[in-house]
């Protein structure tokens, strides 16, 4: 194989912290090397460093053979990089094919006039389509098409530019089983054309399914590289942490049941006009947490929408420690103390124009307002302390609370705004999908809160899609299928076998 890109001795520093310290790394022609490394350890640093978007304070860059100190957008574009990120860059309003070609529409001659070619635009678009499977009208606008096939659209663009080199960043995080096979079946694809991919993910057993090499990061610092054949799982976790990490956070003395507990929410026959959820009826007593599996579309996040005030129901009751509370909105459902840490994090889990500060002290102002939050003081003082004491609790990551949200690691937002929650002393918290994109490492810090929180008093519930994850920290979990609880498993008698025919209606 052939080195197609060569990182040497690449560091990094901002203001306060040196995020890279003395990084090498190269990709190969024909491979998958992954990326590995809590959140905050410098994959996304170094890989915007690849491509333009920082310049790194020492170190070279080696494309093809030509060497750069630094690169800009541009230069990475022209030498054949690519980067397809979390969350995608497609435009919406554009069709598929515009997408692929932004920025370098192909042209002909009318008259005297230059005007777009969208003959020829339409047949590379379909070659391009075509080449990675997605069956679909280059000219479909890209807002009418699903998360995976929009991942699609963003490599197909890659290869529209003729890229050498890939990088793709958790690519897996919003996508279905099959979807993932899928993309494995187009990134094997990739490979056998001769393109290095990039592959960052945390999800463990994929690395191992798709990978060819692995590279952990930890802290800014190199790690280690190695054949994927030649480590376990939990070579890598030990790699990328340093230590072994708890697999379970339930009680060890758990109960069977919670019936004999207090009852701290409940909620009684939740429906909504457009079906999604139908009759829903369930409790969370104190010190338990609940857990709602089921496969995507289910209506697992519907309902949780409709309890916070997010989306309406057409009936039910929602009861907090005993008495009834009427949610309209998501102000009233902090005013009653709900909390919900939603699945997508970067559009409605924290202010991007605000600091680490402003983010986590805006619940506590929001809950002592008046008038539907026109009225009340917010206090400079007030900020500082209250972020301070939830970086020093949830270990935030940050070299000062005045730093930009948006600076900050995936998981390390993520305990942003978990703190704001926190901070705002909710009584019941909501998480959905709470560790979607996040580090084995930073998973962990969670899952104890988590346990934390309800070995305090607080109500916790758990949307997730990822099995592991409910069976680890939850006491009684809750099967949803087409809008119903059709199974309700004690922790003890929860299997990933009993609660996937629950949910693919194997057994009722």
């Known amino acids: ?37 809590e959140n905050g350890a410098g994959k996304s640093t170094l890989m915007k460093i690849l491509s333009g978007v920082y310049q790194p304070t020492e170190g070279k860059i080696i494309i093809g053979g030509k060497e750069f ?29 515009e997408n692929l070609f932004v920025g370098k529409l192909p042209m002909k001659k009318v008259g005297l006039a230059s005007v777009v070619d969208y003959g020829e635009m ?31 659209v963003e490599i197909a663009k890659a290869l529209a530019s003729d890229s050498k080199v890939i990088v793709m960043d958790e690519p897996t995080a919003s996508l279905t089983n099959k979807e993932v096979e899928h993309l494995f079946d187009v990134v094997r694809a990739l490979k056998k054309e001769g393109k290095g991919i990039v592959f960052i993910s945390h999800k463990l057993a994929e690395i191992k399914e798709i990978g060819d090499r692995v590279s952990v990061l930890k802290d ?6 190695k054949q994927v054949s030649d480590v376990s799982v939990d070579d890598l976790v030990t790699m990328m942490v340093g230590r072994t990490v708890q697999n379970t956070y339930q009680h060890e003395d758990a109960p069977d049941n919670y019936d004999g507990e207090e009852v701290i929410f409940e909620v009684k026959n939740l429906s909504r006009k457009d079906g999604k959820v139908k009759d829903v009826s369930f409790k969370l007593h104190k010190g338990e947490i609940v857990g709602f599996s089921g496969l995507v579309g289910s209506g697992r996040s519907e309902m949780m929408n409709s309890i916070f005030g997010a989306e309406p129901k057409s009936s039910g009751e929602v009861f907090i420690g005993g008495k009834k509370v009427n949610i309209k909105s998501p102000y009233s459902a902090i005013k009653n103390g709900l909390a919900m840490v939603t699945e997508n994090r970067r559009e409605t889990g924290f202010f991007h124009n605000f600091d680490i500060k402003q983010n986590i002290s805006i619940l506590p102002f929001i809950k002592s307002s008046t008038l539907g939050g026109a009225g009340g003081l917010t206090s400079s003082k007030f900020e500082k302390e209250c972020a301070e004491a939830q970086k020093k609790s949830l270990n935030i990551k940050c070299y000062s609370v005045d730093q930009g949200i948006t600076e900050l690691s995936g998981g390390n937002q993520q305990k942003v705004i978990l703190g704001k929650w926190v901070a705002a002393d909710s009584q019941i918290i909501i998480f959905d999908e709470p560790t979607k994109g996040i580090d084995i490492g930073s998973k962990s810090e969670i899952y104890t809160l988590m346990r934390k929180l309800a070995d305090e008093g607080k109500g916790v519930l ?30 003890r008698e929860a299997t990933e076998e009993n609660i996937i025919k629950a949910s693919t209606a194997d057994i009722a």
């Open 1 to 37: 194989m052939s080195t197609l890109v060569e990182m040497k001795g690449v560091v990094k520093k901002f203001p306060g912290v040196t995020a890279l310290k003395d990084i090498s790394f190269d990709i190969q022609a024909g491979e998958v090397h992954v990326l590995l490394g």
């Open 69 to 97: 100190s630094k690169l800009t957008p541009k230069d990475s574009y022209e030498n054949g990089i690519s980067v397809i990120y979390q969350e995608l860059s497609v435009i919406n309003e554009l069709s598929i094919q």
């Open 122 to 152: 339409n047949k590379r678009a379909k070659e391009l389509l075509a080449k990675i499977g997605l069956n679909r009208d280059p000219k479909t606008l890209v807002e009418d098409i699903s998360v995976s096939e929009k991942q699609q």
């Open 220 to 225: 800014g610092a190199y790690v280690g590289t």
């Open 462 to 491: 758990v949307v997730s899609s990822e099995l592991p994850e409910l069976l680890a920290v939850c006491d009684t979990i809750n099967v949803f299928r087409e809008g119903q609880i059709v199974k309700t498993f004690p922790h």
